[in-house]
């Protein structure tokens, strides 16, 4: 989010949910950006989470404009001036 994304100044990250004994499912997540709403990121397998990152999977009409992020990849933001807080 924060290198695809410019106005990310805020995130809350959701426990990362796996698929279950039989296969359903996906690797994905729930974040909500900048406090506003939430977005589920994820892929759907292991190797493509890991290797290239979560998508976003579900989101909302004009979602950008409703967080106030922008995309606009950029490599060399980093998470050094988000404020990040993990759920337990």
């Known amino acids: ?21 039989v296969g359903g499912g996906s690797y994905a997540m729930d974040i909500t950006v900048n406090n506003k709403r939430e977005l589920r990121i994820g892929e759907d397998t292991r190797d493509e989470f890991y290797k290239d ?4 999977l579900v989101s909302f009409d004009d979602y950008e404009q409703v967080l106030g992020i922008k995309k606009d ?6 998470l050094k001036s988000v404020k990040i807080e993990y759920e337990r």
Do not use: C, F, W
């Not at 990152?53 to 976003?56: L, N, Q, S, T, V």
């Open 1 to 21: 989010m924060v290198q695809n994304y410019s106005g990310v100044n805020e995130l809350k990250v959701g426990k990362l949910d796996r698929p279950n004994a």
């Open 53 to 56: 990152g979560p998508m976003i």
């Open 73 to 78: 990849h950029d490599s060399s933001r980093t």
